[in-house]
T-cell receptor, first 113, second 111 residues
Framework: DADVTQTPRNRITKTGKRIMLECSQT?????MYWYRQDPGLGLRLIYY???????NKGEISDGYSVSRQAQAKFSLSLESAIPNQTALYFC????????????FGPGTRLTVT | TQLLEQSPQFLSIQEGENLTVYCNSS?????LQWYRQEPGEGPVLLVT?????EVKKLKRLTFQFGDARKDSSLHITAAQPGDTGLYLC???????????FGQGTTLQVKP
């Protein structure tokens, strides 16, 4: 089984809808991250969490919120989806001792129409 | 704001050719990672370099961290179609505990 899983893998939704993307990990890592990927822009950090009680905004957090339900679970919500949030979304994890070595899930392709 | 510039953005070569991808910044990083991503999958970590001037080899791939820890390069010798994918560099900052990613280099190796 994969160490980092994301659900759903694909989602099409309409403008204004609320949507939640979920991430689970079995690596036992304390740190979790949400990124979005757009062509030609690399990966941009949305939110990150160093432990269950430590959640921080990344460079593009507007329009998004997160919840760290447990060490192994980190969800990303779009409160009111808009078309420019159409992108690939990735969850990643890392161990605090080797924080820069991040392990990514398979991604969620989100389309907002 | 820390930025990482990757070049080239696109590279299409024939099997057997050599290539180099560059990752440059005006900022100093505590570490530099290279990831490879295939369509429909998440990035997979290839290597981490942490010491200025460090060179690491992974089969036909050679990674180098600049002496000043501001830049890095990835060299592939005798590229194969299986090397096709998106290569991403990422710099780690001890100040922020976060990674900054370059835009990526899309490599296509034709048989």
């Amino acid at each position: 089984d994969a160490d980092v899983t994301q659900t759903p893998r694909n989602r099409i939704t309409k403008t204004g809808k609320r949507i939640m993307l979920e991430c689970s990990q079995t690596k036992g890592h304390d740190r979790m991250y949400w990124y979005r990927q757009d062509p030609g822009l690399g990966l941009r950090l949305i939110y990150y969490s160093f432990d269950v009680k430590d959640i921080n905004k990344g460079e593009i957090s507007d329009g998004y919120s997160v919840s760290r339900q447990a060490q192994a679970k980190f969800s990303l919500s779009l409160e009111s989806a808009i078309p420019n949030q159409t992108a690939l979304y990735f969850c990643a994890t890392s161990d605090g001792g080797r924080a820069w070595e991040q392990y990514f899930g398979p991604g969620t392709r989100l389309t907002v129409t | 704001t820390q930025l990482l510039e990757q070049s080239p953005q696109f590279l299409s070569i024939q099997e057997g050719e050599n290539l180099t991808v560059y990752c440059n910044s005006s900022s100093v990083f505590s570490s530099l990672q290279w990831y490879r991503q295939e369509p429909g999958e998440g990035p997979v970590l290839l290597v981490t370099v942490v010491t200025g001037g460090e060179v690491k080899k992974l089969k036909r791939l050679t990674f180098q961290f600049g002496d000043a820890r501001k830049d890095s390069s990835l060299h592939i010798t005798a590229a194969q179609p299986g090397d096709t994918g998106l290569y991403l560099c990422a710099g780690g900052s001890s100040n922020t505990g976060k990674l900054i990613f370059g835009q990526g280099t899309t490599l296509q190796v034709k048989p």
